[in-house]
């Protein structure tokens, strides 16, 4: 990498602080049908962990409560 690039370089995106910022920027910037697009995205990973979940056998979060349950098997 040469000095002219790293000079260009924001460093202040490479900390987890300024990272989430940027994160938040990114997201607001978007039209507001696209963060219906990802919300509804994000809602199917859900569900996909879930059923990955429910597959093994594993313990999953209440979403009630948000709380670990032992007993509680995703659905």
Do not use: N, Y
């Amino acid at each position: 990498m040469t000095a002219q690039e790293e000079s260009e370089i924001d460093w202040s995106l490479t900390t987890w602080k300024g990272s989430r910022l940027q994160q938040h920027r990114e997201f607001l910037a978007l039209p507001f049908r696209r963060k219906l697009e990802v919300i509804e995205e994000l809602d199917d990973l859900g569900r996909r962990f879930q059923e990955w979940r429910k597959s093994r056998g594993l313990p999953c979060i209440d979403p009630a409560t948000g709380e670990l349950e032992e007993s509680v098997k995703c659905v």
